[in-house]
Structures are given as structure tokens and as C-alpha cells.
């Protein structure tokens, strides 16, 4: 039998297994998540003036269907088509639908088809409206929690201002390569960054958050203290081989984790290891906290606000503006370009990625390192199902390790569903007997690295934080 959305390489993830994450996400995550939509839209109508009768009348109208949309995951109840608003992916949802999941309900369809479709369905609440169509019911979580991340913004802002003017040393120079090392600091931010998740912050405050995104150097120090298995000196020697090339970011979450990842490409450009990076950001509101193009956009905007971090004093607004400035001369100049595809938020695997994406899959080709950031991302490389966690990385991409002309793959992910590939004999034991949650806990992270070519850098690299830093 083929691969397909309802039959992966291996068993797949599903809410029935009480046992999972899956589990957990159905019965206890989306109902929070759901509600706090509903939260939202009665606090945007609350903003709203009287004489918007039309505009009040349809956020009535998309709470109500939320909310029956809840009571139907609650209860178990059968999957339902997707209604059409237009979109232009609305074909791929009915036929997937149709073909695979026609006679599933929320629980025995696959974990990562009904997660991928409550939020095309939340999506198509406000698609088919006239005055919400263009509304992202988690923005105002995404604003909030970059605003609660003001400590950590700071901090890297002024790094970062100092490390992209540090000369560059030449490969035969004897003395400490400082590319290297700002290499593996920046990358671990980017890495860590991922902790903001905010489909999985569903009990957090905002003080937590920002605990939770304390970056600092001595942070950074205790966090390289527990690290397992550390390959990341294979990546930086494949980046630094490759200079003057094109990277493609797969982006995931919005807000401080996007700033990280700018972060890190402020850096590749001005040191020369990178000419451009393309950014790839999801279509529509997705997953809660996965970055849209008005997100990048927002995040920009907000970098030059004088008003958005009241308490910044002129020097700290100084380099957030430096940075900002120098960001915007990438975007004017073609070295920093936003791009999206409906693809990213298909309910296809990347497995698929070639034949549902064509000309997206060709584009990537171009690239000399496609990095994928986060933990769907990483589900949808692996396919979202039990393999061995053993089972070499290339093996888990499938068609993207063995198309010939497919582009060397970087992950960036914090462990946060029941699958891990690429580890060792006996450490997945050895995590068990400790922690049973350790896949999805968000406690352990890693990347992993193929390419086609012949070498094959195979990394998992398994992080351990403290356990006050990243409960998620």
C-alpha cells in the first residue's frame, strides 16, 4: 500500500492511544485553545462601536460556531467537511477529507490531519465573513507575549549590535574563530527560541514567559552544561564551506522565536557566510503562534516603535533600531525576502512537498541549506508516526533524502509530540526511566542535518533544560 495521509511509513500518531500526547492535545489543549478564541472575539467586539451592527453581528456568529465546534471534539463526534470560503487550498482540504478521513472522527483520525484541521476550520470561520476575514484570532496573544519578552529582546539586541561589527579571521588564523563561536551561540537562540509555543503555553503568565526566554550568555552557559549529544561543530564546518549561498528558513513561531531567527540572519549576512535567506511564513493563522507575513511585518514595524517598550531607555531603543534599519536594507536590497505557500499549512506531510508543491519544491532546490524551524515542521519531515527512535533521520524524510537534486535539510526542534528519530541505542531507555513525558515535555531539543550529495551529517542533538526554564 502507498504512503498516504491515512497510511504513513510507520503506525500512525492518534488520539486514541491515551497513552500519547495526542491524547493529551485532544482531550485537554484544543479546548483551552478554542476557548481563548472565544475570549478574544468577545474582547475585539467589546472595542467595537455600536454602529458596527454587521461586524457585531458576525463575531456573534463565528463564537457561536466555535463553540459548536468545541462541543463536537468534546463529544467524539464525526469530522465534517470543510466549509468553502474561497481559499485557494480549499480543493486540497475536500479532496484529503473525502479520500481519507470522510468517516473518522477526532479521535481515529491521525493526530496530525485533525490538529491540521481544526485550524483550517477556525480559519474558515472568519474566511467566510466580511468583516473578519482578514482576522487573526491569536494576535493579541503573539503581541503580549513579545512584549513580555522584553528582557531577552534587549539583551540580544545589544549582542548582536556588537557581534556584527567583530572582524572576521581568516580559516588559517591561528587564534580563536570568533565566527564559529557566534555561530554556536546565536543558533542555540534560535534553537530555544522554539519554547514559545503558544498552542502549548496554555496555562503559562507572562512573567513565566519571560523566564522562560531568559537567553542570556549565562543561561546559554548552563544550558551547553546539559547537553547530550552535541554535533553542532558539523553544521557550523557545513555552513562555513558554503559561503556567499542561499539559506531558506521554514519558519514557526512568531514573536521572540522569529526574532531570534532574525537575529541569526542579521549575522550570516553581515559576516558573509550568507547572500540571501528566504523566509517562508504561513498563509493564515496557524497552530496559534506560527508566523504569518503580517507577523514579520509587525515585527519590523514594532523594532522602530518608540512606544511598544515604554520603559526602553534611548541607548536600548537605539539598538533595536540599528537593527531594525539594518533588517529593512535586506528586504530593500533582495538579501532578506518573505515569501509563503498554501502548501505549509496543507495536510499533507513533506513527504509530499514535490508532488503537492511543485514549484515550491523546485524553488528549494535552488537553496544551499533549507533549515526547518520548530516542532511541526519536524512532524511533518518525519510524517507524524511511532518509527523506531533509532531510525536514521534520512530515513524519516523519505523522498526528500533520495529525490536526487533535493536541498540539504537543517532541523532546529524542541521535542513536543511522540516522535524522535536518530538517537543512540539505549538512550531512549535511559530518558523513559526518568521521564516518561521526555518527547513532548519541551525539556529536550535537538537538530538534525542530511544532504544528498554524498555527505551525510547525521545530527540529533539532545538538549536537557532545567526544569524551571521550559515547563511546558
Same mark, same amino acid.
Given at each position: 500500500m502507498s504512503v498516504n495521509p491515512v497510511n504513513p511509513p510507520r503506525p500512525a500518531l492518534v488520539a486514541t492511544n491515551e497513552d500519547s500526547f495526542a491524547y493529551i492535545t485532544t482531550t485537554s489543549r484544543w479546548p483551552i485553545i478554542v476557548t481563548k478564541i472565544i475570549d478574544d472575539i468577545y474582547k475585539t467586539r467589546h472595542l467595537l462601536d455600536l454602529s458596527e451592527v454587521d461586524k457585531l453581528k458576525e463575531g456573534k456568529e463565528i463564537i457561536d460556531s466555535i463553540g459548536e465546534l468545541k462541543y463536537s471534539m468534546q463529544r467524539k463526534k464525526p469530522l465534517i467537511p470543510i466549509e468553502d470560503d474561497g481559499d485557494p487550498d480549499i480543493g486540497t482540504w475536500t479532496y484529503v477529507f473525502n479520500t481519507y478521513f470522510k468517516d473518522d472522527n477526532w479521535y481515529s483520525a491521525t493526530w496530525l490531519f485533525t490538529e491540521c484541521y481544526l485550524y483550517r476550520r477556525i480559519h474558515s470561520m472568519f474566511a467566510r465573513t466580511k468583516h473578519w476575514n482578514d482576522y487573526d484570532p491569536f494576535f493579541r496573544q503573539k503581541e503580549d507575549t513579545f512584549k513580555a519578552s522584553y528582557n531577552a529582546i534587549i539583551e540580544i539586541a545589544k549582542r548582536i549590535d556588537e557581534l556584527v561589527y567583530i572582524p572576521k579571521l581568516h580559516a588559517d588564523n591561528e587564534e580563536i574563530n570568533s565566527g564559529r563561536i557566534i555561530f554556536h551561540e546565536l543558533v542555540r537562540i534560535s534553537l530555544w527560541g522554539?519554547?514559545? #509555543?503558544?498552542?502549548?503555553?496554555?496555562?503559562?503568565?507572562?512573567?513565566?514567559?519571560?523566564?522562560?526566554? #531568559?537567553?542570556?550568555?549565562?543561561?546559554?552557559?548552563?544550558?551547553?552544561?546539559?547537553?547530550?549529544?552535541?554535533?553542532?561543530?558539523?553544521?557550523? @564546518?557545513?555552513?562555513?564551506?558554503?559561503? @556567499?549561498?542561499?539559506?531558506?528558513?521554514?519558519? #514557526? @513561531?512568531?514573536?521572540?522565536?522569529?526574532?531570534?531567527?532574525?537575529?541569526?540572519?542579521?549575522?550570516?549576512?553581515?559576516?558573509?557566510?550568507?547572500?540571501?535567506?528566504?523566509?517562508?511564513a504561513k498563509k493564515i493563522p496557524w497552530f496559534v503562534s506560527d508566523t504569518t507575513p503580517n507577523d514579520f511585518n509587525w515585527i519590523l514595524q514594532t523594532l522602530q516603535s518608540e512606544d511598544f517598550f515604554l520603559s526602553a531607555s534611548e541607548i536600548e531603543k537605539s539598538f533595536l533600531k540599528k537593527f531594525s534599519n539594518r533588517l529593512q536594507y535586506y528586504i530593500d536590497n533582495s538579501q532578506l525576502i518573505l515569501t509563503s505557500d498554501y502548501f505549509w499549512t496543507s495536510p499533507y506531510s513533506y513527504w509530499h512537498l514535490a508532488e503537492q508543491a511543485p514549484n515550491l519544491y523546485a524553488d528549494l532546490c535552488k537553496s544551499n541549506l533549507v533549515i526547518f524551524k520548530g516542532d511541526l515542521n519536524y512532524r511533518k519531515l518525519v510524517y507524524d508516526c511511532n518509527w523506531e527512535t533509532t531510525t536514521p533521520f534520512k530515513d524519516a524524510i523519505g523522498p526528500l533524502a533520495s529525490m536526487k537534486g533535493s536541498p540539504p535539510i537543517l532541523t532546529l526542534r524542541t521535542c513536543k509530540a511522540d516522535v524522535v528519530v536518530g538517537l543512540e541505542e539505549g538512550t531512549e531507555e535511559r530518558l523513559t526511566a526518568n521521564e516518561k513525558d521526555w518527547m513532548y515535555s519541551g525539556k529536550y531539543a535537538g537538530f538534525s542535518h542530511y544532504a544528498y550529495n554524498g555527505t551525510t551529517l547525521k545530527m540529533v542533538d539532545i538538549y536537557q533544560l532545567n526544569d524551571s526554564l521550559c515547563q511546558t
Amino acid at each position: 500500500m502507498s504512503v498516504n495521509p491515512v497510511n504513513p511509513p510507520r503506525p500512525a500518531l492518534v488520539a486514541t492511544n491515551e497513552d500519547s500526547f495526542a491524547y493529551i492535545t485532544t482531550t485537554s489543549r484544543w479546548p483551552i485553545i478554542v476557548t481563548k478564541i472565544i475570549d478574544d472575539i468577545y474582547k475585539t467586539r467589546h472595542l467595537l462601536d455600536l454602529s458596527e451592527v454587521d461586524k457585531l453581528k458576525e463575531g456573534k456568529e463565528i463564537i457561536d460556531s466555535i463553540g459548536e465546534l468545541k462541543y463536537s471534539m468534546q463529544r467524539k463526534k464525526p469530522l465534517i467537511p470543510i466549509e468553502d470560503d474561497g481559499d485557494p487550498d480549499i480543493g486540497t482540504w475536500t479532496y484529503v477529507f473525502n479520500t481519507y478521513f470522510k468517516d473518522d472522527n477526532w479521535y481515529s483520525a491521525t493526530w496530525l490531519f485533525t490538529e491540521c484541521y481544526l485550524y483550517r476550520r477556525i480559519h474558515s470561520m472568519f474566511a467566510r465573513t466580511k468583516h473578519w476575514n482578514d482576522y487573526d484570532p491569536f494576535f493579541r496573544q503573539k503581541e503580549d507575549t513579545f512584549k513580555a519578552s522584553y528582557n531577552a529582546i534587549i539583551e540580544i539586541a545589544k549582542r548582536i549590535d556588537e557581534l556584527v561589527y567583530i572582524p572576521k579571521l581568516h580559516a588559517d588564523n591561528e587564534e580563536i574563530n570568533s565566527g564559529r563561536i557566534i555561530f554556536h551561540e546565536l543558533v542555540r537562540i534560535s534553537l530555544w527560541g522554539n519554547s514559545t #509555543d503558544l498552542s502549548l503555553l496554555t496555562n503559562l503568565s507572562y512573567e513565566d514567559i519571560n523566564k522562560l526566554q #531568559d537567553m542570556g550568555t549565562k543561561k546559554l552557559e548552563e544550558l551547553e552544561k546539559n547537553i547530550l549529544v552535541n554535533d553542532l561543530e558539523k553544521a557550523w @564546518n557545513y555552513i562555513s564551506e558554503h559561503r @556567499n549561498s542561499r539559506i531558506d528558513i521554514i519558519l #514557526d @513561531n512568531a514573536g521572540f522565536e522569529l526574532y531570534g531567527d532574525l537575529v541569526l540572519s542579521d549575522w550570516l549576512i553581515q559576516s558573509g557566510y550568507v547572500k540571501e535567506i528566504y523566509f517562508h511564513a504561513k498563509k493564515i493563522p496557524w497552530f496559534v503562534s506560527d508566523t504569518t507575513p503580517n507577523d514579520f511585518n509587525w515585527i519590523l514595524q514594532t523594532l522602530q516603535s518608540e512606544d511598544f517598550f515604554l520603559s526602553a531607555s534611548e541607548i536600548e531603543k537605539s539598538f533595536l533600531k540599528k537593527f531594525s534599519n539594518r533588517l529593512q536594507y535586506y528586504i530593500d536590497n533582495s538579501q532578506l525576502i518573505l515569501t509563503s505557500d498554501y502548501f505549509w499549512t496543507s495536510p499533507y506531510s513533506y513527504w509530499h512537498l514535490a508532488e503537492q508543491a511543485p514549484n515550491l519544491y523546485a524553488d528549494l532546490c535552488k537553496s544551499n541549506l533549507v533549515i526547518f524551524k520548530g516542532d511541526l515542521n519536524y512532524r511533518k519531515l518525519v510524517y507524524d508516526c511511532n518509527w523506531e527512535t533509532t531510525t536514521p533521520f534520512k530515513d524519516a524524510i523519505g523522498p526528500l533524502a533520495s529525490m536526487k537534486g533535493s536541498p540539504p535539510i537543517l532541523t532546529l526542534r524542541t521535542c513536543k509530540a511522540d516522535v524522535v528519530v536518530g538517537l543512540e541505542e539505549g538512550t531512549e531507555e535511559r530518558l523513559t526511566a526518568n521521564e516518561k513525558d521526555w518527547m513532548y515535555s519541551g525539556k529536550y531539543a535537538g537538530f538534525s542535518h542530511y544532504a544528498y550529495n554524498g555527505t551525510t551529517l547525521k545530527m540529533v542533538d539532545i538538549y536537557q533544560l532545567n526544569d524551571s526554564l521550559c515547563q511546558t
